[in-house]
């Protein structure tokens, strides 16, 4: 099992441009999500999703878009970035009681 | 007011020594569980302990345990024989039953950073 794996690991956006950071699970999970982790914080809910088709916004939506057509998916889109999304980006998908993360994404956005 | 807080931003630890990283909550759900994540310096987020808010005992998973005391509202890390490669970022996080059904949102504090000394 490759786990979740996420792509890109670093991205550089000027302001308004748009992207999709990409999250994928291959242990058949329901319940995926996105976090941001701002430097001295802790991480904060952005989307989540219990299932295919279904999505909800967390903690701080403002500014992001997700989809879920598949289990194994769960894409994040930045429609405009602006520079106050520049952060580290976690996907996690979970079972039970443990959430398992995403290597990450470091978003630059100049 | 915080959910989740570490009123620790650093803690130094010699080596082979025990240390209680520090956590306190904030829920009105009788239902909830807290975790604890470990954040090295290479960026994962890896996943140390759970604790049930219906669990009698403390938790505890190898080196690590959990000092549950449900009436202080306060869930401490203990790592026992403390190793070089503990030095890291310790989160706690809460996940609260008013969430709903099958929701795993984790509510997180904002951490404290562990250093071990040789």
């Known amino acids: 099992n490759a786990g979740v794996t996420q792509t890109p690991k670093f991205q550089v956006l000027k302001t308004g441009q748009s992207m999709t950071l990409q999250c994928a699970q291959d242990m058949n999970h329901e319940y995926m999500s996105w976090y941001r982790q701002d430097p001295g914080m802790g991480l904060r809910l952005i989307h989540y999703s219990v299932g295919a088709g279904i999505t909800d916004q967390g903690e701080v939506p403002n500014g992001y878009n997700v989809s879920r057509s598949t289990t194994e998916d769960f894409p994040l889109r930045l429609l405009s970035a602006a520079p106050s999304q520049t952060s580290v980006y976690f996907c996690?998908?979970?079972?039970?009681?443990?959430?398992?993360f995403g290597p990450g994404t470091r978003l630059t956005v100049l | 007011a915080q959910k989740i807080t570490q009123t620790q931003p650093g803690m130094f630890v010699q080596e082979k020594e025990a240390v209680t990283l520090d956590c306190t909550y904030d829920?009105?759900?009788?239902?909830?569980?807290l975790f604890w994540y470990k954040q090295p310096s290479s960026g994962e987020m890896i996943f140390l302990i759970y604790q049930g808010s219906y669990d009698e005992q403390n938790a505890t998973e190898g080196r690590y345990s959990l000092n549950f005391q449900k009436a202080r509202k306060s869930a401490n890390l203990v790592i026992s024989a403390s190793q070089l490669g503990d030095s890291a970022m310790y989160f706690c996080a809460m996940r609260e039953n008013h969430s709903g059904a099958g929701s795993y949102q984790l509510t997180f504090g904002k951490g404290t950073k562990l250093s071990v000394i040789p």
């Open positions: 829920t009105s759900d009788q239902s909830y569980g």
């Open positions: 996690a998908s979970s079972y039970h009681n443990e959430q398992f």
